[in-house]
Every structure is written in structure tokens, then in C-alpha cells.
């Protein structure tokens, strides 16, 4: 499966957002349904690679030192709570997201802290009755030098991070029977 940067997709929520730094990647849904929006949301949550739950849990031990949020780790491993429970409704939390809106095609999620914002969006659309994408995109707004610090040893890590992410959704969302 080939994950690709793409140009930020002008059908998202997102689109008409102000924001210092953007990126979009995307990736073909083959041999599937359009999928529905919780279970693009579950797919994400259950993607995340090991590696990455401990690279938030570094993070988060770091930057509670400086007073920023952290959300929490465990919930968005446990398949049963999101699966039966979670509804992806606004304003509602999973680990250190929040979820801002969504629509049938689209989930927005993010986090606003003192130092920065930032938006996810979780994509969905279809170019042909046969070809279908997945596309994730974020935009994050500074609002300080530190929220520039902050993201700046991040951003190559975040691009391995989604397009790994990505990836993995992806597969979920293919092998519908994990979601079941």
C-alpha cells in the first residue's frame, strides 16, 4: 500500500481554518465499502504502533512539566470501549484528542493548548464508484515562540507518525472483521 503527500484536500472542514503549518497524506481503500465514520475513528485508535504509544508516553511526562496536556494513554488501547461504547460525538475525549465535528465523510479531532493548536482530519471520499481514499490531514496554529519550539522537533517525527498511522487505518478498515 502506497501512502503519498498530498495537497491539502479542499472538501474538509478544515479547509477555510487559519494555521502556521498544514500536511496531508493519503492513501487507496481497496476492495471495500464506504467506510462509516466511527469506523474510520475506531480504525485510527486502533492503529496506533507500539511505538508510537511510547513516544506519547515521553511526551507527555515532558511536557506536564511545563504545564500542557497530556490526555491519557490506555483508553485508546482498549478495542471493547471503543468499539461498544465510544461514540465520536462532540466534544467528547479519547486519549489527548478531542472531537471537534464530524459528518458522514469527515472526523475532526485535535487539541487546543496554551502554546498551540492542532486539527486532524480524517477523510474519507470517493473519486469513482471503485476508487476510494482515506486522507489524513493537520493543521496546527501557534500561538506562542514556544508553540514553535514545541512543534519543531516534533514535525519529523509527526510525518512518520501519520503516514505509519495512515497505513495501519487503512488496514483496519480493510480487514473490517477487527472492527467487529
Known amino acids: ?28 481503500l481497496i476492495n471495500t465499502t464506504a467506510p462509516d465514520i466511527k469506523d474510520i475513528g475506531n480504525a485510527f485508535f486502533l492503529s496506533s504502533p507500539q511505538w508510537v504509544d511510547h513516544l506519547f508516553k515521553v511526551r507527555n511526562k515532558i511536557v506536564a512539566l511545563f504545564g500542557l496536556k497530556t490526555g491519557t494513554t490506555g483508553v485508546v488501547q482498549k478495542k471493547d470501549f471503543l468499539v461498544n461504547t465510544f461514540d465520536f460525538e462532540k466534544g467528547k475525549r479519547i486519549g489527548i484528542f478531542k472531537i471537534y465535528n464530524h459528518n458522514d465523510h469527515e472526523l475532526i479531532l485535535g487539541e487546543n493548548d496554551k502554546h498551540l493548536d492542532f486539527k486532524v482530519s480524517l477523510l474519507a471520499s470517493a ?33 512518520i507518525i501519520v503516514k505509519s498511522m495512515l497505513k495501519k487505518t487503512i488496514e483496519q478498515i480493510e480487514n473490517s472483521s477487527t472492527l467487529a
Do not use: C
Open 1 to 28: 500500500m502506497r501512502i503519498k503527500e498530498v495537497n491539502f484536500p479542499k472538501n474538509s472542514m478544515l479547509s477555510n481554518s487559519k494555521y502556521d503549518y498544514s500536511d496531508s497524506f493519503s492513501g487507496a
Open 127 to 159: 473519486e469513482s464508484q471503485s476508487k476510494k481514499k482515506l486522507t489524513i490531514s493537520t493543521i496546527v496554529k501557534y500561538h506562542n515562540f514556544w508553540g514553535k519550539l514545541y512543534f519543531f522537533p516534533v514535525k519529523p517525527f509527526h510525518k
